[in-house]
């Protein structure tokens, strides 16, 4: 049983629990889960500072436990996570930069203070079609699996509408994970059309539908980044959100894609 199904399997048993119409069953089954977790806790807290007591070693052991997700949230839930929330936050947000990136954006960690992160988001990419939905999905994503801990995101140079893209689930595409250099693959999923490609080892998805034409780019060339329209011959540069060559005013719908742990995950509003 992977992590996610141990956590839905609680999640599920405790809204059980909360829905039971007996009071005093509720509140018993209440004190013995706390009473196991701060067991357990109790017993986590040993192992740790036996590791650390241990030398270099030990030390080394303690630091890679949080590559576990599960072990990390163990340590999470005690208060023993061996990372800071700051550098957590650093490193979640340098995970989605490459995506970021290729459209023409970056983002940056301006403070940290009372567990709300205040970022910065730069270029291009604060004012693309896609920003909310990069921030709402790409940023937070990454920031709910390395730090669950984070009390709230402020975010600046952002231009995002009340919407943004909430409402949207995240899709595994094992299809692509190993697309090519320079290859362009056309996958359906959910009913939608895309278009994935791999410029310069960057996975990009967008809608396979040209901005100026409405046809089906995936039978266009690729070269170099830029994907002609097999229809109207005109050209989108891949690396700028897909951004019309010759006219700025046109653009491609680009979709949040992340790469991770040799899994590919595409955001499709519901």
């Known amino acids: 049983m992977d992590v996610e199904q141990l956590v839905e399997r609680v999640q599920g048993l405790q809204a059980q629990l909360e829905s039971s119409p007996d009071s005093a069953t509720r509140e018993l089954a209440d004190q013995l889960i706390a009473a196991v977790v701060q067991m357990y806790g109790a017993g986590l807290e040993r192992i740790l500072d036996s590791l650390l007591e241990a030398g270099p070693e030990g030390e080394r052991i303690v630091a890679a436990l949080p590559a576990d997700r599960l072990v990390a949230t163990l340590l999470l839930i005690h208060g023993r996570h061996p990372v800071a929330l700051e550098q957590r936050v650093q490193d979640a947000l340098d995970s989605v930069r490459p995506y970021m990136e290729s459209h023409g954006g970056n983002v940056e960690l301006l403070s940290l203070e ?3 992160a205040r970022i910065h988001l730069q270029g291009s990419c604060s004012d693309c079609s896609a920003s909310s939905v990069t921030l709402e999905l790409a940023i937070k994503q990454a ?21 943004g893209g909430s409402d949207s689930v995240w899709i595994d595409l094992e299809s692509v994970a190993d697309l090519a250099d320079g290859s362009l693959a056309a996958v359906s999923v959910v009913g939608r059309e895309l278009l994935v ?18 046809a089906p ?20 540069f891949l690396p700028t959100a897909g951004r019309s060559m010759d006219d700025e005013r046109i653009q491609l719908e680009p979709v949040p894609l992340l790469r991770e742990d040799g899994r590919v995950r595409v955001a499709l509003a519901q």
Do not use: I, M, Q, T
């Open 197 to 214: 490609a791999n410029v310069d080892g960057a996975l990009l998805a967008y809608r396979d539908c040209c901005a100026s034409c409405g």
């Open 143 to 163: 920031l709910e699996e390395a730090a669950p801990d984070l009390e709230g995101l402020e975010v600046e140079g952002a231009n995002v509408p009340p919407s």
């Open 217 to 236: 780019l995936h039978g266009g060339l690729l070269l170099a980044g830029a994907l002609s329209c097999p229809e109207c011959a005109r050209s989108f």
């Open 114 to 116: 009372n567990g709300v």
